[in-house]
Nanobody, 115 residues
Framework: QVQLVESGGGLVQAGGSLRLSCAAS????????MGWYRQAPGKRRELVAH???????AYADSVRGRFTISRDNAKNTIYLQMNSLKAEDTAVYYC?????????WGQGTQVTVSS
Protein backbone atom coordinates (compact mmCIF):
# COMPACT_ATOMS: atom_id res chain seq x y z
CA GLN A 1 0.00 0.00 0.00
CA VAL A 2 1.29 3.39 -0.99
CA GLN A 3 1.72 5.76 1.91
CA LEU A 4 2.93 9.32 1.89
CA VAL A 5 2.57 11.32 5.09
CA GLU A 6 3.62 14.95 5.11
CA SER A 7 4.00 17.07 8.25
CA GLY A 8 5.66 20.18 9.60
CA GLY A 9 3.66 22.93 7.96
CA GLY A 10 2.27 25.92 9.77
CA LEU A 11 1.91 29.67 9.89
CA VAL A 12 5.12 31.68 9.77
CA GLN A 13 6.06 35.28 9.14
CA ALA A 14 7.89 36.29 6.02
CA GLY A 15 11.60 35.69 6.48
CA GLY A 16 11.00 32.77 8.79
CA SER A 17 11.78 29.08 8.43
CA LEU A 18 9.99 25.76 8.49
CA ARG A 19 11.10 22.16 8.10
CA LEU A 20 8.76 19.74 6.40
CA SER A 21 8.93 15.98 6.71
CA CYS A 22 7.56 13.21 4.51
CA ALA A 23 7.44 9.60 5.58
CA ALA A 24 7.04 7.28 2.62
CA SER A 25 6.39 3.60 2.20
CA UNK A 26 9.67 1.81 1.71
CA UNK A 27 8.40 0.43 -1.58
CA UNK A 28 8.22 3.97 -2.89
CA UNK A 29 11.33 5.27 -1.27
CA UNK A 30 13.75 2.68 -2.55
CA UNK A 31 12.51 2.66 -6.12
CA UNK A 32 11.87 6.29 -6.85
CA UNK A 33 13.71 9.55 -6.63
CA MET A 34 11.57 11.62 -4.30
CA GLY A 35 10.67 15.25 -4.31
CA TRP A 36 8.54 18.02 -2.89
CA TYR A 37 5.66 19.61 -4.74
CA ARG A 38 3.39 22.48 -3.81
CA GLN A 39 0.03 23.77 -4.89
CA ALA A 40 -1.10 27.30 -4.18
CA PRO A 41 -4.77 28.30 -4.40
CA GLY A 42 -5.87 28.58 -8.00
CA LYS A 43 -2.56 27.32 -9.34
CA ARG A 44 -1.25 24.07 -10.71
CA ARG A 45 0.83 21.77 -8.58
CA GLU A 46 4.54 22.38 -9.16
CA LEU A 47 7.70 20.51 -8.35
CA VAL A 48 9.93 22.65 -6.14
CA ALA A 49 12.74 20.33 -5.04
CA HIS A 50 13.72 16.78 -5.83
CA UNK A 51 16.46 14.21 -6.06
CA UNK A 52 17.56 13.16 -9.49
CA UNK A 53 18.11 9.56 -10.48
CA UNK A 54 21.81 10.22 -10.00
CA UNK A 55 21.28 11.27 -6.40
CA UNK A 56 21.88 14.98 -6.74
CA UNK A 57 19.29 17.57 -5.78
CA ALA A 58 17.48 20.00 -8.05
CA TYR A 59 15.38 23.04 -7.30
CA ALA A 60 12.87 25.28 -8.97
CA ASP A 61 14.22 28.75 -9.68
CA SER A 62 11.74 30.26 -7.26
CA VAL A 63 13.18 28.39 -4.26
CA ARG A 64 16.82 27.80 -5.16
CA GLY A 65 19.11 29.11 -2.46
CA ARG A 66 16.32 29.17 0.13
CA PHE A 67 15.06 25.57 0.25
CA THR A 68 17.10 22.45 0.88
CA ILE A 69 15.96 18.87 0.38
CA SER A 70 17.48 16.09 2.44
CA ARG A 71 16.68 12.51 3.30
CA ASP A 72 17.10 9.83 5.92
CA ASN A 73 17.21 6.51 4.10
CA ALA A 74 16.94 4.52 7.32
CA LYS A 75 13.61 6.20 8.06
CA ASN A 76 12.28 6.34 4.47
CA THR A 77 11.86 10.05 5.08
CA ILE A 78 12.66 13.16 3.12
CA TYR A 79 12.77 16.69 4.46
CA LEU A 80 12.44 20.18 3.09
CA GLN A 81 14.18 22.94 4.99
CA MET A 82 12.62 26.22 3.96
CA ASN A 83 14.37 29.45 4.88
CA SER A 84 13.71 33.08 4.04
CA LEU A 85 10.09 32.26 3.39
CA LYS A 86 8.02 34.60 1.27
CA ALA A 87 4.29 35.13 1.00
CA GLU A 88 4.37 33.47 -2.41
CA ASP A 89 5.58 30.25 -0.79
CA THR A 90 2.11 29.85 0.74
CA ALA A 91 0.75 26.55 -0.53
CA VAL A 92 -0.03 22.98 0.38
CA TYR A 93 3.18 20.97 0.17
CA TYR A 94 3.26 17.33 -0.92
CA CYS A 95 5.91 14.72 -1.42
CA UNK A 96 5.88 12.12 -4.15
CA UNK A 97 8.09 10.40 -6.65
CA UNK A 98 9.84 12.91 -8.87
CA UNK A 99 9.91 14.17 -11.49
CA UNK A 100 7.05 11.83 -12.43
CA UNK A 101 4.68 11.52 -9.48
CA UNK A 102 2.54 8.53 -8.73
CA UNK A 103 -1.22 8.84 -8.86
CA UNK A 104 -1.52 8.46 -5.10
CA TRP A 105 -0.89 11.58 -3.03
CA GLY A 106 -0.75 12.20 0.68
CA GLN A 107 -2.87 14.78 2.46
CA GLY A 108 -0.16 17.41 2.18
CA THR A 109 0.85 19.97 4.78
CA GLN A 110 -0.25 23.59 4.69
CA VAL A 111 2.38 26.31 4.73
CA THR A 112 1.13 29.85 5.22
CA VAL A 113 3.54 32.76 5.13
CA SER A 114 2.24 36.07 6.38
CA SER A 115 3.71 39.25 4.96
Amino acid sequence: QVQLVESGGGLVQAGGSLRLSCAASRSIFVINAMGWYRQAPGKRRELVAHYTSGGSSAYADSVRGRFTISRDNAKNTIYLQMNSLKAEDTAVYYCNAAPYPMNAWGQGTQVTVSS
